[in-house]
C-alpha cells in the first residue's frame, strides 16, 4: 500500500508563542533558529506551502553579540530614492542607535523567502530593545538558545 504525503491544513495549525532572550547570542545563529521557527520547520506537519510557524518574541535585540570586526567594518547601505542618494550604517552604529532591534529584523527577514506567504511569517517576529514586552497575555515559552548549542554563545560571554 502506498503512503500518502501528508499536507497540513491551516485549519490544522497551531501557533505558539516563544520568547528569546538575545543577551550574548550570536546574531547570525539567532536568525537562522528564528527563521526555522517562523517557517514552522520545526514541527513534524510542515508544509511549504500554508503558514506554519509560531510567532517569536526576541527581547535584549541591543544585546546581541556580533563575532569579528563587524560592529567596526560591515554596513548596511539604502538608498533614499534620490538620484546619488547611496547611504550607509555601521553595525556598529546601529547597534548603538535609536532602534537596535533593525539588525535582527534584517537578519531574519533575508532568510525568509521573499513572497506573500514569507510577509505573514514575517508579521509573527516581535523584536523588542528593552527587556520588556506587551505580550505577557499570550503567555509565550522561553526558548532558550543558548543551550542549544554552545557556539550560539560568543566565547567570551
Known amino acids: 500500500m502506498v503512503q500518502k504525503t501528508y499536507s ?8 505558539k508563542w516563544y520568547v528569546i532572550d538575545a543577551t550574548d547570542i550570536v546574531l547570525g545563529r539567532l536568525a537562522s533558529i528564528t527563521a526555522t521557527y517562523l517557517r514552522g520547520k520545526n514541527k513534524t506537519i510542515y508544509t511549504p506551502n500554508i503558514d506554519c510557524g509560531d510567532h517569536i518574541i526576541i527581547i535584549n535585540a541591543d544585546k546581541v553579540a ?25 553595525w556598529g552604529t546601529i547597534l548603538g542607535g535609536r532602534h537596535p532591534e533593525r539588525l535582527i529584523i534584517k537578519a531574519v527577514e533575508r532568510m525568509i523567502s521573499r513572497n506573500p506567504l514569507g510577509r505573514d511569517q514575517m508579521k509573527k517576529l516581535h523584536v523588542y530593545a528593552g527587556a520588556e514586552h506587551p505580550h505577557t497575555a499570550q ?19
Request: glycine share 10%.
Open 139 to 157: 503567555k509565550p515559552e522561553v526558548l532558550d538558545v543558548k543551550s542549544m548549542n554552545s557556539k550560539n554563545t560568543k566565547r567570551g560571554a
Open 8 to 15: 497540513a491544513k491551516p485549519s490544522e495549525v497551531n501557533a
Open 66 to 90: 556580533v563575532t569579528g570586526n563587524k560592529l567596526a567594518n560591515k554596513k548596511f547601505f539604502y538608498h533614499t530614492g534620490f538620484a546619488g542618494g547611496i547611504k550607509e550604517r555601521l
